[in-house]
């Protein structure tokens, strides 16, 4: 599932028209993941009130160039928003995924009503449970899902990272459990379920909306299998950034490293760590290191999930 953010202002240049910024976030999207299905989520794009128009948008420019998005709903979206969907959905014929946070699945009269704006059963539809920031509660909240069966698929996401890494020891690494992966390997043992979800995380983010501006910290986040490893260093800012190769060699030397082979993100982390310190080299930059990480979160957690979590 993918979120499209807001165009951000870059210095001394105006800020891009939503219209174009979808489209320049779709193309992206296209040169990533081709004509594979994705789930497509607006949220951070929709107004409080005609959120119907950039569901639109977002649908047809996706169409327009070939992209097989599935749209994400919520319950609490007004008529016409549902509206917009369903015209999606009768020219996809690719269903949707309806967002359901934690607390409210067991809403079974506005999760019906969200059903009847669409004009879908739950053999249609994929559900998403979403837990946020918070630990997944699944013997507890799947015997309240309605019909649990019926749905397409049924998901479960949780996304643990904290939002704030500032205040971590600096010059060392901290291990930060991952209690999304935890709680949700706990209960799909624990075989008490009457439908195992698949799991979902929010990678190495956090939930919310995506940070803006400020001085970002030299930082390094590996997955492991029930810990983040983190590093923090001081900020770009203060020209840290040349501290990135040695906290990739440091990285490599401590055994838990996956080697350059199993992720591109650790084919960069490699790279780096072994590029030398000439001046011209260049360690990165913010946006690098969370892609990076991101990358060998992603494999990682999917070679979990494909073993069944175990």
Same mark, same amino acid.
Request: net charge neutral; with cysteine.
């Given at each position: 599932?993918?979120?499209?953010?807001? +165009?951000?202002?870059?210095?001394?240049?105006?800020?891009?028209?939503?219209?174009?910024?979808?489209?320049?976030?779709?193309?992206?999207?296209?040169?990533?993941?081709?004509?594979?299905?994705?789930?497509?989520?607006?949220?951070?794009?929709?107004?409080?009130?005609?959120?119907?128009?950039?569901?639109?948008?977002?649908?047809?420019?996706?169409?327009?160039?070939?992209?097989?998005?599935?749209?994400?709903?919520?319950?609490?979206?007004?008529?016409?928003?549902?509206?917009?969907?369903?015209?999606?959905?009768?020219?996809?014929?690719?269903?949707?995924?309806?967002?359901?946070?934690?607390?409210?699945?067991?809403?079974?009269?506005?999760?019906?009503?969200?059903?009847?704006?669409?004009?879908?059963?739950?053999?249609?539809?994929?559900?998403?449970?979403?837990? &946020?920031?918070?630990?997944?509660?699944?013997?507890?909240?799947?015997? &309240?899902?309605?019909?649990?069966?019926?749905?397409?698929?049924?998901?479960?996401?949780?996304?643990?990272?904290?939002?704030?890494?500032?205040? /971590?020891? #600096?010059?060392? !690494?901290?291990?930060?459990?991952?209690?999304?992966?935890?709680? !949700?390997?706990?209960?799909?043992?624990?075989?008490?379920?009457?439908?195992?979800?698949?799991?979902?995380?929010?990678?190495? &983010?956090?939930?919310?909306? +995506?940070?803006?501006?400020?001085? +970002?910290?030299?930082?390094?986040?590996?997955?492991?299998?029930?810990? %983040?490893?983190?590093?923090?260093?001081?900020?770009?800012?203060?020209?840290?950034?040349?501290?990135?190769?040695?906290?990739?060699?440091? /990285? /490599?030397?401590? $055994?838990?490293?996956?080697?350059?082979?199993?992720?591109?993100?650790?084919?960069?982390?490699?790279?780096?760590?072994?590029?030398?310190?000439?001046?011209?080299?260049?360690? $990165?930059?913010?946006?690098?290191?969370?892609? %990076?990480?991101?990358?060998?979160?992603?494999?990682?957690?999917?070679? #979990?999930?494909?073993?069944?979590?175990?």
């Amino acid at each position: 599932m993918l979120e499209i953010h807001k +165009p951000t202002k870059r210095k001394d240049q105006p800020l891009k028209p939503l219209g174009e910024h979808i489209k320049d976030v779709c193309t992206s999207i296209k040169q990533a993941w081709g004509s594979n299905i994705f789930f497509l989520d607006t949220e951070w794009i929709n107004p409080v009130q005609g959120a119907e128009a950039t569901i639109t948008k977002c649908l047809d420019s996706c169409r327009s160039i070939g992209l097989k998005a599935i749209p994400v709903v919520k319950i609490n979206y007004d008529q016409r928003s549902f509206d917009a969907v369903r015209e999606a959905i009768r020219a996809d014929e690719r269903g949707c995924m309806l967002r359901v946070d934690f607390e409210d699945v067991g809403a079974q009269v506005a999760i019906e009503g969200a059903l009847e704006c669409l004009r879908l059963r739950k053999s249609q539809v994929h559900l998403l449970i979403d837990y &946020r920031e918070h630990a997944m509660r699944l013997a507890e909240d799947v015997a &309240r899902v309605i019909s649990v069966e019926d749905w397409i698929t049924l998901t479960t996401a949780s996304g643990a990272f904290p939002r704030q890494i500032a205040t /971590l020891p #600096q010059r060392a !690494w901290t291990d930060l459990p991952r209690h999304d992966w935890n709680t !949700w390997q706990q209960s799909i043992k624990s075989g008490d379920l009457p439908r195992k979800p698949t799991f979902s995380d929010y990678a190495t &983010r956090s939930p919310g909306k +995506p940070p803006g501006g400020g001085d +970002p910290h030299v930082h390094l986040r590996y997955t492991k299998e029930s810990k %983040w490893l983190v590093y923090l260093d001081g900020t770009v800012q203060d020209g840290m950034a040349k501290n990135m190769p040695p906290i990739c060699r440091e /990285l /490599l030397s401590l $055994g838990e490293y996956d080697g350059c082979n199993f992720s591109q993100g650790d084919r960069e982390i490699h790279n780096t760590a072994y590029q030398g310190d000439a001046p011209k080299e260049k360690p $990165g930059g913010s946006t690098q290191w969370v892609q %990076w990480c991101v990358n060998h979160h992603l494999t990682f957690t999917a070679n #979990q999930i494909k073993n069944g979590g175990l």
